[in-house]
Nanobody, 130 residues
């Protein structure tokens, strides 16, 4: 069964750190482009980060650059999003995704690229308090 299962969300104070995990089953994560998306209350879903294992390239939305880090552990078939220096605007539901998408700056900064990812986690809530 193809599945992505997220963990690690919760409440964190502004300036703090939090790490999200996304374990894949039923397929090999490294064979796909991976991405992290988020949706704040009342807003559209937006890309946060993407990564392509085949070329070792990562990209980040401008608002999270230098604060977030995406990674993949091929042995565990799991992807991660390390989030540092959290800001209140980082609050939202976070989703991991996989698809036949080559990661690029366009994927994380232009709307609509989520449609190219066909495997999605269930979503996990992250709240940043002041």
């Amino acid at each position: 069964q193809v599945q992505l299962v997220e963990s690690g969300g919760g409440l964190v104070q502004a300036g703090g750190s939090l790490s999200l995990s996304c374990a894949a089953s039923g397929f090999t994560l490294a064979d796909y482009g991976i991405g992290w998306f988020r949706q704040a209350p009342g807003k559209d879903r937006e890309a946060v980060s993407c990564f392509s294992s085949n070329v070792g390239f990562a990209a980040y939305r401008a608002s999270v650059k230098d604060r977030f880090t995406v990674s993949i552990d091929t042995a565990k078939n799991t992807m991660y999003l390390q989030m540092n220096d959290r800001k209140q605007e980082d609050t939202g539901d976070y989703y991991c995704a996989a698809g036949r998408v080559q990661c690029s700056e366009t994927v994380v900064n232009a709307p609509g690229w989520d449609a190219w990812y066909d495997k999605w986690g269930q979503g996990i809530q992250v709240t940043v308090s002041s």
